[in-house]
């Protein structure tokens, strides 16, 4: 499970807000995520999503360590991408220019 914090207006009472979806596959087979926690604690197969929200100033901090590492490394591929494409394109422009 996958933990995000967000700030939230002081106003706000509802900490624990869910979101019941429906997916609709291409062949038709329709999915209603919907289950809710099991009491034993083990995931549902169709858990309902969920988001918890924490009070202001209850000391929950982002988790910015974990992301950060990742967002690095996807940086580094985005740009190592983009440099081979600009390299395959300037060598099909090169290779495609007609010589007088």
Not at 6 to 23: D, G, K, M, R
Not at 34 to 47: C, I, K, L, S
Not at 57 to 64: F, I, L, M, V, Y
Not at 78 to 89: E, R, W, Y
Request: hydrophobic share 40%.
């Amino acid at each position: 499970m996958t933990e995000y914090v967000a700030a939230w207006p002081e106003f706000c009472v509802a900490y624990h807000l869910t979101f019941p979806a429906t997916q609709t596959y291409s062949d038709g087979e329709v999915v209603k995520w919907d289950q809710a926690d099991n009491p034993d604690g083990a995931e549902p197969e169709r858990p309902l999503p969920t988001l918890d929200l924490a009070p202001k100033g209850s000391g929950h901090k982002p988790a910015t360590a974990a992301t950060a590492d990742h967002d690095t490394t996807a940086r580094w591929l985005g740009g190592i991408g983009i440099a081979l494409a600009a390299g395959a394109l300037g060598g099909a422009a090169f290779a495609t220019r007609r010589h007088a």
